[in-house]
C-alpha cells in the first residue's frame, strides 16, 4: 500500500518489461531478485496492456512465474553478476533504500567493476549504498530519477516517505532532471540513471551499450 492508504501500489511494470526487453534481445540473462524474495506485485496503475512489450511479458507464464518466486536480495552472490537494476515503482520508496543487504550486493558489485542503474523510484535504492572507503556511491556523480515536481504533479509528495531528487541531492549527488514525464537518460560512467517510465527503455540501452565493451558471461541481476 501507498504509505497508510488504502491504495495498492509495487513495481512499475513498463520499467520491468521494457529494459527486459532490451537486454535479453541483446543476448542477456537476467535474474529477478527483491527485498524479501517471492512474489512480487505489480502496481495496479501500471498493467497497460496496450503496450506490446507489457503484454508479451505478462502473458508468459514462465516470465510471470520468475516474479512469482524472486530471490531474496540477500541470496544473490555479486560475483555472479556484471549488474544490477532497480526498477522503479511507488512501492519501491518503501522497499529499497533501507534494506542493507541492497546496499552490500550493489556496493560488491559497483566495486568490482559492474554496472549499477537504475530509473524512476528506482534509484531509492542507492541512497544510502556506502563504498568501502566510506563514500555514499551517488556522491559526486551525475544522476536522475522521478523528480520532486513529478512527485507533486502526481499528487503524492505528502504520501511518499521522502522526495528522491531532495535525497539524492543530499547524497551529493549531481541531479539532472528534465521536465514532467520527459524522457531522460543520464549516464555518468558505470551508473546508470532515468528519470521515469519514458526512460525505461533508454536505460536498458545503456546498460547493454556499458556491458558490450567487456565479453565476460552476460549476467544481470534485476
Excluded at 14 to 29: D, F, I, K, N, Q
Excluded at 53 to 69: G, K, M, P, V
Excluded at 136 to 156: H, P, Q
Amino acid at each position: 500500500m501507498l504509505g497508510d492508504t488504502d491504495t495498492p501500489t509495487g513495481y512499475y511494470l513498463s520499467e520491468v518489461t521494457h529494459p527486459w526487453s532490451v537486454l535479453t534481445e541483446a543476448g542477456y540473462t537476467i535474474d529477478f531478485a527483491s527485498p524479501q524474495g517471492g512474489p512480487v506485485a505489480a502496481d495496479p496503475k501500471s498493467l497497460d496492456m496496450d503496450d506490446p512489450i507489457n503484454a508479451r511479458f505478462w502473458e508468459d507464464n514462465a516470465l510471470r512465474s520468475q516474479l512469482d518466486t524472486t530471490l531474496a536480495i540477500h541470496q544473490v552472490v555479486p560475483e555472479h553478476y556484471r549488474a544490477i537494476f532497480f526498477a522503479g515503482g511507488h512501492g519501491t520508496m518503501w522497499d529499497f533504500a533501507d534494506s542493507a543487504a541492497v546496499q552490500r550486493v550493489t556496493a560488491r558489485i559497483w566495486e568490482a567493476g559492474g554496472t549499477v542503474a537504475a530509473v524512476c523510484h528506482g534509484p531509492a535504492a542507492l541512497l544510502n549504498v556506502q563504498l568501502s572507503d566510506g563514500q555514499w556511491l551517488v556522491a559526486d556523480r551525475e544522476v536522475t530519477g522521478f523528480t520532486d515536481a513529478e512527485e507533486r504533479a502526481v499528487e503524492l509528495d505528502q504520501v511518499v516517505p521522502f522526495l528522491l531528487e531532495s535525497e539524492l541531492r543530499e547524497r551529493g549527488a549531481n541531479f539532472e532532471g528534465a521536465d514532467n514525464f520527459q524522457e531522460n537518460v543520464v549516464v555518468d560512467g558505470r551508473l546508470i540513471t532515468g528519470q521515469n517510465p519514458a526512460s525505461a527503455t533508454g536505460v536498458g540501452e545503456a546498460i547493454v551499450e556499458v556491458l558490450n565493451t567487456s565479453h565476460d558471461t552476460p549476467d544481470v541481476a534485476y
